[in-house]
């Protein structure tokens, strides 16, 4: 039982290179989650999936796309990254409806640098 | 007003200090209530999980949430190196699924 992996681990880019950052989760959860993480902003959702199939924008959709390709992966595209762009990314997922235990799993993250 | 503040610190205690670490929040439609402990260059991890007010406990870990005041507060009582980390705390209404993040504090233990 892996739980939510993610690859890869660290990226370079230069600006306008395109890149897909892949995750996938072994919980057989419902919901998956994109966030990103910049120092003094905290964690911010990008996209989330509530469902297969089902994607919808978060706080700071612009400049990415996802894919829910099935249960168990979701993938976040940079189609021309920026520099602000940036930062360290977390793929999440949960079981929903909210229970007893509302947790989100983590991956271990993506360090993005776009030059 | 940002829907979640968090004081992001640094806050520096001695060894064995009890710790206190506080958010504040907007939204009085939040239900649920966390906190999640972050160490360096690793995912977050849930440490305390609450469902509206009141206090939880969980061995040196205490979490209490204050609805009528909308301020939730993490208690670390005999503090160790290990628990040098940042903490995040993190809520969510229960209506579409999605979970708001404060920013976090950095909290270091000083041996």
């Known amino acids: 039982n892996a739980g939510v992996t993610q690859t890869p681990k660290f990226q370079v880019l230069k600006t306008g290179q395109s890149m897909t950052l892949q995750c996938a989760q072994d919980m057989n959860h419902n919901s998956m989650y994109w966030y990103r993480q910049d120092p003094g902003m905290g964690l911010r959702l990008i996209y989330y999936s509530a469902s297969e199939g089902t994607t919808d924008k978060g706080e700071v959709p612009n400049g990415y796309n996802v894919s829910r390709l099935n249960k168990r992966e979701f993938s976040l595209r940079l189609e021309s990254a920026a520099p602000s762009q940036t930062s360290v990314y977390f793929c999440a997922s949960s079981e929903p409806p909210l229970l007893a235990s509302n947790e989100q799993f983590f991956g271990p993250g993506t360090r993005l640098t776009v030059l | 007003q940002k829907e979640v503040e968090q004081d992001p610190g640094p806050l520096s205690v001695p060894e064995g200090a009890i710790v206190s670490l506080n958010c504040t929040y907007s939204?009085?439609?939040?239900?649920?209530f966390m906190w999640y402990r972050q160490y360096s260059r690793k995912g977050p991890e849930l440490l305390m999980y609450t469902y509206s007010s009141g206090n939880k406990e969980d061995g040196r870990f205490t979490a209490q949430v204050d609805k009528s005041s909308k301020y939730i507060s993490l208690f670390i009582r005999d503090s160790q190196p290990s628990d040098s980390a940042t903490y995040l705390c993190?809520?969510?209404?229960?209506?579409?699924?999605?979970?708001?993040f404060g920013k976090g504090t950095r909290l270091h233990i000083l041996p």
């Open positions: 939204n009085s439609a939040f239900q649920y």
């Open positions: 993190a809520m969510s209404d229960n209506r579409d699924d999605k979970i708001i």
